[in-house]
């Protein structure tokens, strides 16, 4: 299986760590948006999808490299991030990117989320929260998520 993980980590470098365990896992490299061609997606057949996220929104970078993707790329994605505060469930913070990307033809495989962090206003008065994530457990799992994708093909 080819893959590639396109991971836009700007604050902390949290997502960034994310990323490589799970790009260890699926040989894979991991690319910032602004390096790679979005028409290029359609050699890969998995392709990663991350950042972390900011206001409840992925970040800028992202969101707008995955609309230049062309529509009609038919592989598979997964999506992850990492974030200060947990994902709710009335709002899924990954539920619009998921959307956009099966709008452009992926299938999306999986989501995958951590806590990370954190030091948006007003976390930065007090130093910032969740200071020690992602740690080794938070590595684990991503990396025992990147094992199911490829257990299932990436489905």
């Not at 690319?31 to 800028?60: M, N, Q, T």
Request: with cysteine.
């Amino acid at each position: 299986m080819k893959a590639v993980i396109v991971c836009a980590s700007v604050s902390h470098g949290n997502t960034r760590r994310i990323a490589e365990a799970m790009g260890r896992v699926l040989s894979a490299p991991v690319v910032e948006p602004e390096r790679l061609d979005p028409a290029g997606l359609a050699a890969y057949d998995l392709v990663g999808f991350g950042s972390g996220i900011f206001s409840g929104r992925f970040h800028p970078l992202l969101r707008g490299f995955v609309r230049s993707v062309p529509e009609g790329q038919c592989g598979r994605a997964f999506v992850f991030a990492t974030s200060g505060l947990p994902e709710l469930r009335v709002r899924p913070f990954s539920r619009p990117l998921v959307r956009e990307l099966e709008r452009k033809g992926f299938e999306v495989a999986d989501t995958f989320a951590c806590r990370g962090f954190d030091t948006w206003l007003p976390f930065r008065l007090v130093g910032g929260i969740n200071k020690a994530r992602p740690d080794g457990g938070d590595l684990a799992a991503a990396g025992a998520f990147a094992e199911g994708l490829l257990r299932t093909g990436g489905r």
